[in-house]
Antibody, heavy 120, light 108 residues
Framework: EVQVLESGGGLVQPGGSLRLSCAAS????????MTWVRQAPGKGLEWVSV????????EYADSVKGRFTISRDNSKSTMFLQMNSLRGDDTAVYYC?????????????WGPGTLVTVSS | EIVLTQSPATLSLSPGERATLSCRAS??????LAWYQQRPGQAPRLLIY???TRATGIPARFSGSGFGTDFTLTISSLEPEDFAVYYC??????????FGQGTRLEIK
């Protein structure tokens, strides 16, 4: 059974940093691109970033470019999101998802999400 | 950036009725469009991809159609568990991958 599970969320002050993790199981992790999507309280879905299966290619939404870094460790079937210079509008539930392709694809399996709150 | 506009914002129907949800793209996305369902307090779930292909385990009452800029998600006969928020998504021109703002399907 395919499973993805986020961790690392919490309360952080504006300007601070946080590192999210996404542990995957039930599929060959190194075959598929992985992605992060966030959802601010009461709002819709916003794509954040994607990383190719090998980790050699990454893309970001303009809203996080230069502040967030996506990475992966295929030996541990884990993806990461390093978030720096956090702002209030970064407050959201962050979902990791498996994609259906090697560079991107449809988001076919999602984790339950982890809440990031940026507040003083 | 491709903007996806969903309509209506809210749809009020009764169980057993047919639901028709619309998604319009600001420019052609060919068939690179998906639909997701999000129930309250849950993560989104992939329903339809490539505009009309049902994802694994999705009931046959869900169907998708369209090409280019106009797409439709149809639920043929609503079950109680179908009342949720539905999002369309494109990945034809990216980054960014974009979502519509969502349609809330509520019980009348």
């Amino acid at each position: 059974e395919v499973q993805v599970l986020e961790s690392g969320g919490g309360l952080v002050q504006p300007g601070g940093s946080l590192r999210l993790s996404c542990a995957a199981s039930g599929f060959t992790f190194s075959t598929y691109a992985m992605t992060w999507v966030r959802q601010a309280p009461g709002k819709g879905l916003e794509w954040v970033s994607v990383i190719s299966n090998s980790g050699s290619s990454t893309e970001y939404a303009d809203s996080v470019k230069g502040r967030f870094t996506i990475s992966r460790d295929n030996s541990k079937s884990t993806m990461f999101l390093q978030m720096n210079s956090l702002r209030g509008d970064d407050t959201a539930v962050y979902y990791c998802a498996k994609t259906s392709g090697y560079s991107t694809g449809w988001f076919d399996y999602w984790g339950p999400g982890t809440l990031v709150t940026v507040s003083s | 950036e491709i903007v996806l506009t969903q309509s209506p914002a809210t749809l009020s129907l009764s169980p057993g009725e047919r639901a028709t949800l619309s998604c319009r793209a600001s420019q052609s996305v060919t068939s690179y469009l998906a639909w997701y369902q999000q129930r309250p307090g849950q993560a989104p779930r992939l329903l339809i991809y490539d505009a009309s292909t049902r994802a694994t385990g999705i009931p046959a009452r869900f169907s998708g159609s369209g090409f280019g800029t106009d797409f439709t998600l149809t639920i043929s006969s609503l079950e109680p568990e179908d009342f949720a928020v539905y999002y369309c998504q494109q990945r034809f021109i990216w980054p960014p991958i974009t979502f519509g703002q969502g349609t809330r399907l509520e019980i009348k």
